[in-house]
């Protein structure tokens, strides 16, 4: 019994040896720095990211919208809403499936600008009557029984008198159509900006680029293009880091990607040359713009939309 108490006591022993030699160990105890994280863009790890669809559809997570979806898909969002009978773009749900394909048996919904306009045909000649249609006798007995008596006048209604034919009415004349209003946002490219300053340092096509980028400082300004609605503010589609992207007239969208921080939020309407974002590397190797135009969810080459540079 001796000898068991003799050896618990020193098993103690042994165990404050341990605890004092951590205590005493040379810095801090190994936890996770959650400051770090967050500072180095915690809500580009923690958002749920929009990756293109496999299977032609997708499930919608919190912080999606319409546009972004469509985007992520090279698809117009316009015809997402159709083939899942959308009222709106802005009703979506958490949850909610949505079709990336149309429906078997659905009629393709294409821009009325791309339609081919149709060509005029000559009309075929009409030709002419040689032989008489009709025959107008006056009223007597004898055309009267001559009438009758021949089976080729006997459909030949004899007419009334021309008192008896009232006169046609007078068409109404149509309604003036009032002129519509004139948009103050801008249709052609002679109006659009660059979105920042910088060196050019990747093209469109290159290596499969969707649009251009702009390499420059940190924090430098991004600015609108043009004037327009913002669409999507977020760290949602994955390669982009902080995204934004800004609906224009004409369909066209303008999207900026990799802000240190945006400006903006979802529904702002924004001016040409509004600064809307900080310029920043989330989701990047090096602080840079990627800048993208697209149109029916199609991108297109921003140079033959931003005015040339002296």
């Known amino acids: 019994m001796a000898q068991r108490l003799m050896h618990g006591r020193h098993a103690l022993a042994g165990l404050s040896v341990i605890a004092l030699a951590a205590c005493t160990a040379p810095g801090p105890a190994p936890v996770s720095d959650r400051s770090t ?5 915690e809500d580009t790890v923690r958002s749920p990211q929009i990756t293109p ?9 919190r912080g999606d919208t319409l546009y972004a979806i469509a985007f992520a898909n090279n698809l117009d969002h316009r015809e997402v809403a159709i083939w899942n009978q959308l009222e709106s773009p802005d009703l979506i749900l958490v949850g909610q499936v949505l079709r990336l394909t149309p429906q078997p048996g659905a009629v393709e919904v294409q821009p009325l600008e791309e339609v081919a306009a149709p060509t005029a045909q000559p009309l075929e000649d009409v030709p002419e009557l040689t032989a008489p249609q009709g025959v107008l006798l006056p009223y007597s007995d004898a055309n009267w029984a001559q009438v009758n008596a021949s089976p080729s006048l006997a459909a030949v209604p004899v007419p009334a008198p021309a008192s008896v034919v009232p006169a046609a009415p007078k068409p109404a004349e149509p309604k003036p159509v009032a002129a519509l209003p004139a948009t ?11 979105p920042a300053q910088g060196t050019l340092a990747g093209r469109f096509g290159a290596a499969g680029g969707k649009g251009i980028d702009i390499v ?6 991004v600015v609108a293009v043009a004037p327009g609605k913002v669409v999507y503010s977020g ?13 224009h007239p004409g369909e066209y969208l303008s999207a900026y990607a990799h802000n240190e921080s945006i400006l903006v939020k979802e529904g702002d309407i924004v001016a040409a040359g509004q600064t809307v974002a ?18 029916y969810g199609k991108p297109l080459d921003p140079l033959t939309y931003l005015p040339e540079r002296s």
């Open 37 to 41: 994280a967050r500072s180095a863009g």
């Open 53 to 61: 669809s496999t299977n032609g559809l997708h499930t919608v997570q």
């Open 235 to 247: 760290s949602g589609l994955r390669g982009y880091g902080r995204l934004l992207i800004v609906k």
């Open 184 to 194: 103050a946002l801008p249709t052609s490219i002679d109006s659009w900006q660059w």
């Open 216 to 221: 420059g400082v940190r924090n430098a300004p």
């Open 278 to 295: 900080r310029m920043g590397d989330s989701g990047s190797e090096r602080v840079k713009l990627h800048f993208e135009i697209r149109r």
